[in-house]
């Protein structure tokens, strides 16, 4: 049957479709252009919150695994000390270059969590991880200002060797027991990078996440936000 042959009313709904499909296309594609408008104009304040945090992850997970590159390099030729806490990630600030220091800041970390430290990229930001020496990293301090992420304690849980299994050389340091992604960016001690979901922490289930000391997760509790050599 040719198209001359073909019903009337046939044709006609096969046009309704095609329209019907344009319409379709239409709302859709509008609808995409007003939610980047929004989220241009809204900035900080997000449309869909879970975004943020999915975004604030990925970058988190970035992060750690640029930091675990530095390290495993710095044991590579017999340079990596065992310093405790954040201290043992800091000690690779010298192979950092100036303008991405930053690696050691969470992008999630809540607003005030360290205070007095300069604004990121600024010379007084700089200078202050080019000043870090082996002194610093040896004594026990509050290291909010350097660094978002939480260090392996080596002085209560100390290893025979650097790349132990179960354990971990890095995580987010969740102040105040809220996980800002929504879960906990981890840097493996066998250099994986992994995202601990809430159902993988134990102690969990009250909505908040202890790392360190009194940690009901025993992955967390071997970990120090504070610590010397």
């Not at 198209?3 to 995409?32: A, F, N, Y």
């Not at 080019?130 to 290893?159: I, Q």
Request: proline content about 7%; overall charge neutral.
């Amino acid at each position: 049957m040719n198209d001359e042959e073909q019903p009337k009313g046939r044709r006609g709904r096969g046009g309704g479709s095609h329209k019907t499909l344009i319409i379709v296309l239409v709302v859709v594609l509008g609808g995409g252009a007003l939610l980047g408008i929004a989220l241009l104009v809204g900035g900080k304040t997000p449309v869909f919150p879970q975004g943020f945090e999915v975004k604030d992850r990925i970058q988190c997970m970035n992060n750690l695994r640029l930091l675990s590159d530095l390290l495993v390099a710095r044991h590579s030729v017999g340079n990596l000390k065992r310093y405790d806490g954040p201290a043992f990630l800091l000690q690779v600030a010298p192979d950092v270059a100036d303008e991405d220091l930053a690696v050691f800041l969470c992008p999630g970390e809540p607003e005030g969590f360290a205070s007095g430290r300069p604004a990121v990229g600024s010379p007084e930001f700089i200078r202050m991880y080019r000043d870090l020496t082996e002194e610093d990293l040896s004594e026990s301090r509050d290291w909010s200002r350097y660094t978002s992420y939480a260090g392996p304690d080596l002085k209560n849980f100390p290893v025979n060797r650097y790349w132990p299994e179960g354990r971990l050389w890095a995580c987010d340091r969740c102040p105040g027991g809220k996980p800002h992604h929504l879960g906990v960016a981890v840097l493996q001690a066998d250099t994986r990078v992994d995202f601990l979901a809430p159902e993988h922490v134990k102690g969990f289930e009250d909505g908040r996440v202890i790392v360190g000391p009194g940690a009901p997760d025993q992955r967390l509790k071997k970990m120090s936000v504070g610590g010397g050599k």
